[in-house]
């Protein structure tokens, strides 16, 4: 039996170093990244269709390794995640969006949209996270709003009530993302204050497909005028969509066919480029 003993444990140990070492290895590599200021922040613009004007703005992450590689949001997001380093990195976003937001001209009441993870919500420091970075940024009056999704509230869900409701009453909104993607019931649409609804882009390319019914899409719709919740579609590329959306009450729409993610100062030109009538 010994020998079996012996090489059950040898392989038991290489294999958790080696599962060890490449946990470490991403972990170190994010907070590098960090240091040595290879994250920046994209901006883009949400369009109010009501009145043709920019809404505000969605931050979204981006990271350029030292060698010039692009790394996918998606990629890093999901590994700060799991390697239990998403709330330091949105704290370090958080900054990111505070300088920026130094040199820019915006009109008062602009939306600057922030994705917040599962965890952040239910870190202890998490409304003083977002109280800093309001401070940070009062000289723009902005409207902050914070893009959770389904899955974000699952767990805790008292806790995180309790928080966002304190959030919204200091002059904080609140968006639900992606909506219809997650494994969420819908029960949460009544437990937690709720501003906006982000309609996710898989239920706007319906509007083009082959047969043209968007029976998911019209319902969502529905649902959230019910709920008197704000609707900002995501993810438009065509006229065709945006002219149905418009046509369908949506308000709020953000896409390729509106603008692309632009870095701070693309986006203050853009603003330049395209000045309310
Ligand atoms: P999301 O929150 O759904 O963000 C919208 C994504 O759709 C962005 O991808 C954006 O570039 C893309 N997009 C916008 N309009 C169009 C369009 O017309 N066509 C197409 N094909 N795509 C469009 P991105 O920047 O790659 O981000 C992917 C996801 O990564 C985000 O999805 C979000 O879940 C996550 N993410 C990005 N930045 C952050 C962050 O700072 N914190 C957290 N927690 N998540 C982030
Ligand atoms: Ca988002
Ligand atoms: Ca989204
Ligand atoms: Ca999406």
Redesign the pocket.
């Known amino acids: 039996f010994m020998p079996m003993a012996v090489i059950l444990s040898v392989l038991f140990v290489a294999v958790t170093n080696s599962w060890l070492r490449r946990r470490s290895s991403y972990r170190d590599e994010l907070r590098r990244g960090m240091a040595f200021g290879e994250f920046s922040v994209?901006y883009?613009p949400v369009c109010n269709l009501v009145n043709g004007q920019l809404a505000g703005v969605?931050?979204?992450?981006r990271w350029q390794r030292s060698d010039g590689s692009w790394v996918?949001?998606?990629i890093f997001?999901a590994a700060a995640e799991a390697e239990g380093m998403?709330v330091q990195l949105?704290r370090h976003?958080l900054q990111l969006i505070a300088k920026d937001c130094a040199s820019w001209k915006v009109p008062a009441g602009f939306h600057i949209g922030?994705?917040?993870?599962a965890d952040h919500l239910q870190h202890e420091d998490f409304v003083k996270d977002i109280r800093g970075f309001s401070q940070n940024i009062a000289h723009l009056l902005p409207t902050i709003t914070l893009?959770l999704?389904e899955r974000s509230l699952i767990s805790e869900g008292d806790l995180v009530a309790h928080r966002l409701a304190e959030l919204r009453s200091e002059g904080i909104r609140v968006a639900i993302?992606?909506f219809g993607t997650g494994h969420c019931s819908l029960t949460y649409l009544q437990t937690f204050p709720l501003d906006y609804l982000k309609i996710?882009?898989s239920f706007v390319n319906a509007i083009e497909s082959a047969d043209g019914e968007t029976p998911i899409l019209d319902t969502i719709i529905q649902l959230a005028h019910r709920l008197a919740l704000q609707v900002v579609a995501?993810?438009?590329?065509t006229p065709l969509q945006m002219e149905y959306l418009k046509n369908h009450g949506v308000v709020f729409i953000?896409?390729?066919?509106y603008a692309?993610?632009l870095s701070s100062a693309a986006l203050m030109v853009w603003i330049e480029q395209n000045p309310p009538p």
């Open positions: 994209h883009q969605e931050a979204l992450m996918r949001p998606d997001i998403i949105t976003l922030i994705n917040v993870a893009e999704t993302d992606d996710d882009k995501e993810g438009i590329e953000q896409g390729f066919y692309r993610p």
